[in-house]
């Protein structure tokens, strides 16, 4: 059976059908066709190719310095060069998708990404591979937001577009966690450099396929860029990742971390202000005052953060507690990537039965528990069993978190919108990767240090307050949204709120109130 034909199948019998209403409102087949299933399969590969780049590196880092002559000053460059690139310009390059075109930037940012890992997987010198580390950064923020919006285009507001974004965050959550699992068996089996080369071949499949599947049906805003908007943006995200990245390698006390935080601050405080009267700017506050949009990427700044830094501090406790050696940690990850596996298969059925509010909150809140269930890990490989079930049940509310906050801010707008809510919602998550690690790095730092058991135990509970801090407030955030606002009237209600008569397939079942109507898309 080929691989698009299984992906069809599994998608076919865990997503439902709907019909016409006693109002003739459309109801067709939520079954993917052919050609969506396609799309489905190039958009999931480029996206987990791109979450691994982000920690691909990590459980390598001292191996990779050590080769190429890196200080222990400035090995940290390695991930920081990467983070700060992704995270900064990624607002950018989604505005500049809808100017030039989704697909287009896509095939450019997939060409990329290609050949900076060649030049990185090549590399003989810290300068060579820093720029390709740039490079990928780079690449990472032009791919991110035109994938996202190229597979929210394609897929309707319904069951279809709740599937797809699961299996998207599926995607994305296992693309972290297996970058640390590949990174330990390339760098322990093979070579560092493997980390690099294995995505050459990956991207070039992806460039060579994708003008005969995707097709960008999005309409292109040739409306004059906002420039001084950009420059305020992307300063400002600069700004904070450098200082977050800073805070965490030197301390809470340290004047440039602190100075480059105040910088961002003012910067993106203007930025707003600048937007707020820019005739044409580019991201127009009123989607970010829409609370659905607001609250969900509130959910995927919490959640995003929390569990790549709940990842570093595993990697610490596992490398500097136990010391494991960079295979048997990244061995012991790979837990979280079958539990958000397990999670990308229960977030749309969870949605489905009791909302995305509650989905959302709830994943939140699971995540929350398992992480504080780790303050109990000991100095012995016996708390191995422990890390395992908490990690895998933890990651099952992670991503049903991701799930609850990609179709939350996605959801319920125009197409001319789709790629500002898509590149917002991978603003969230680049900055949120890229701020969380030396955050919890710092706080751990602070409590005593990275090989500390105490600290990295106190780390942990730090990083589980602030995840079920965020659960609170996106439920309550939520539940605000309201009837009408997109939470309630768009995504589908639940089956707890349906009729209590039994229906079957093909039973006429009554829109959503204010739901748009809307077909499954063919090709």
């Known amino acids: 059976m080929s691989l698009t034909t299984g992906i069809r199948r599994s998608v076919d019998t865990v997503t439902t059908s709907m019909t016409l209403d006693a109002a003739g409102s459309p109801a067709a087949s939520t079954r993917m066709t052919r050609g969506q299933v396609l799309v489905l399969v190039l958009l999931l590969a480029s996206q987990f190719t791109l979450c691994v780049d982000f920690s691909v590196l990590n459980v390598?880092?001292?191996?990779?310095?050590?080769?190429?002559?890196?200080?222990?000053?400035?090995?940290?460059?390695?991930?920081t060069a990467f983070a700060?690139?992704?995270?900064?310009?990624?607002?950018?390059?989604?505005?500049?998708g809808d100017y030039l075109g989704k697909l287009r930037v896509f095939g450019v940012g997939m060409t990329a990404l290609g050949l900076a890992s060649l030049l990185g997987g090549l590399a003989t010198s810290p300068a060579v591979l820093l720029t390709a580390r740039v490079a990928q950064g780079l690449a990472?923020?032009?791919?991110?937001?035109?994938?996202?919006s190229l597979l929210t285009t394609t897929f309707p507001d319904g069951?279809?577009?709740?599937?797809?974004?699961?299996?998207?965050?599926?995607?994305?959550?296992?693309?972290?966690?297996?970058?640390?699992?590949?990174?330990?068996?390339?760098t322990d089996l093979m070579s560092w450099r493997w980390a690099f080369l294995v995505n050459v071949p990956i991207a070039a499949a992806v460039v060579a396929v994708a003008p005969f599947v995707?097709?960008?049906?999005?309409?292109?805003?040739?409306?004059?860029?906002?420039?001084?908007?950009?420059?305020?943006?992307?300063?400002?995200?600069?700004?904070?990742?450098?200082?977050?990245?800073?805070?965490?390698?030197?301390?809470?006390?340290?004047?440039?971390?602190i100075g480059c935080l105040v910088a961002a601050a003012a910067l993106l405080v203007g930025f707003w202000w600048a937007e707020r009267r820019h005739p044409r700017p580019l991201v127009p506050v009123t989607i970010l005052t829409r609370r659905t949009v607001g609250w969900g990427n509130a959910a995927g700044l919490v959640t995003f953060s929390m569990e790549p830094a709940l990842v570093f501090l595993l990697t610490m406790y596992l490398q500097h507690v136990l010391h494991l050696n960079p295979l048997r940690t990244g061995l012991m990850l790979a837990t979280m990537g079958a539990g958000a596996i397990v999670g990308g298969w229960a977030g749309p059925r969870v949605i489905a039965s009791v909302g995305v509010r509650w989905a959302t909150a709830g994943g939140l809140t699971v995540q929350a528990v398992l992480t504080a269930l780790l303050v109990f890990v000991g100095p012995t490989l016996g708390s191995l069993w422990l890390v395992g079930a908490t990690t895998f049940v933890g990651a099952v509310g992670h991503v049903c978190a991701i799930v609850g906050f990609m179709v939350s801010a996605t959801t319920g707008l125009p197409d001319r919108e789709q790629g500002l809510a898509t590149g917002l919602a991978t603003m969230t998550q680049q900055v949120a990767i890229a701020v969380g690690v030396p955050v919890m790095s710092a706080v751990a730092i602070g409590l005593g240090g990275l090989d500390s058991l105490p600290a990295l135990r106190w780390a942990m509970v730090v990083d589980a307050g602030v995840v079920l801090a965020g659960a609170v407030l996106v439920g309550q955030g939520l539940r605000a949204a309201g009837p009408g606002s997109g939470v309630n009237a768009v995504l589908p209600e639940p089956r707890s709120a349906r009729g209590p008569e039994p229906r079957s397939v093909g039973d006429p079942e009554p829109r959503a109130v204010g739901a748009p109507e809307w077909t499954a898309a063919s090709r």
């Open 140 to 148: 990472t923020a032009a791919v991110t937001p035109a994938a996202l």
């Open 159 to 186: 069951p279809l577009r709740q599937r797809a974004l699961g299996l998207n965050s599926v995607m994305m959550s296992t693309g972290f966690t297996s970058g640390a699992v590949l990174g330990g068996v390339l």
């Open 214 to 257: 995707l097709r960008d049906t999005s309409p292109r805003d040739r409306t004059r860029l906002d420039l001084p908007g950009a420059a305020l943006v992307t300063s400002g995200l600069l700004a904070l990742v450098y200082g977050a990245t800073r805070l965490g390698a030197q301390g809470v006390r340290d004047r440039w971390a």
């Open 84 to 96: 700060l690139c992704a995270a900064g310009f990624t607002l950018l390059f989604g505005r500049i």
């Open 60 to 79: 390598a880092l001292p191996t990779v310095g050590a080769k190429l002559g890196f200080s222990d000053a400035n090995v940290q460059w390695i991930a």
